[in-house]
C-alpha cells in the first residue's frame, strides 16, 4: 500500500480538527454522515482528520455560508472536484507514458540507424501525404 501524502494523512482527532477548521465537532460529524467528508478511522475506529479534510470543511463553510449553496449542491461540487482532480491525475499519468513510449521510440531508432548504419527518418502520415 502506498504511504500517504502529508496533506492526506489523518493526523488529527475531531476536536483539533473542528477548532482548526473553526466549526463544531459535531458540524464534522454531521458533515460526514452527508457524504461531504470521509476522514481517516485509527483501528479503533476513532476518525483521524488531515489537512486535506480541514481545507474541505473550511470550503464547505464558503459555500454555503458565503456562497449559499445547500449542502446538496456542495456535495455536487465537491464530487466534481474530485473528478477533476482524478482526471488531472490520470492525464499526468498518461503524459508521463506518452514520454516514456517517445523515450523508447527513440532509442530504437537510434539503434535501427546504428544496426542500418545510415540515417533513418520517420515521418507522420500527413507529412507523406503533404509531399505527394
Known amino acids: 500500500m502506498r504511504a500517504q501524502r502529508g496533506h492526506d494523512a489523518g493526523v488529527y482527532i475531531i476536536s483539533v480538527a473542528a477548532e482548526l477548521a473553526g466549526?463544531?465537532?459535531?458540524?464534522?460529524?454531521?458533515y460526514e454522515r452527508k457524504g461531504l467528508l470521509r476522514p481517516k478511522r485509527t483501528?479503533?475506529?476513532?476518525?483521524r482528520y488531515s489537512q486535506r479534510d480541514i481545507a474541505r470543511v473550511r470550503?464547505?463553510?464558503?459555500?454555503?455560508?458565503?456562497?449559499?449553496?445547500?449542502?446538496?449542491?456542495v456535495l455536487r461540487i465537491?464530487?466534481?472536484?474530485?473528478d477533476?482532480?482524478?482526471?488531472?491525475?490520470?492525464?499526468?499519468?498518461?503524459?508521463?507514458?506518452?514520454d516514456r513510449?517517445?523515450?523508447?521510440?527513440?532509442?530504437?531508432?537510434?539503434e535501427a540507424q546504428r544496426r542500418a548504419?545510415?540515417?533513418?527518418?520517420?515521418?507522420?502520415?500527413?507529412?507523406?501525404?503533404?509531399?505527394?
Open 117 to 132: 548504419g545510415t540515417e533513418l527518418v520517420l515521418y507522420r502520415r500527413a507529412e507523406i501525404e503533404r509531399h505527394r
Open 101 to 110: 513510449v517517445q523515450a523508447d521510440a527513440r532509442e530504437a531508432l537510434r
Open 43 to 47: 483501528a479503533g475506529g476513532t476518525r
Open 84 to 98: 477533476i482532480e482524478r482526471l488531472q491525475r490520470r492525464l499526468e499519468q498518461l503524459h508521463r507514458e506518452v
Open 59 to 73: 470550503l464547505i463553510q464558503q459555500l454555503t455560508q458565503e456562497e449559499g449553496v445547500n449542502l446538496a449542491g
Open 78 to 82: 465537491l464530487e466534481l472536484e474530485d
Open 23 to 30: 466549526v463544531h465537532p459535531q458540524t464534522l460529524r454531521t
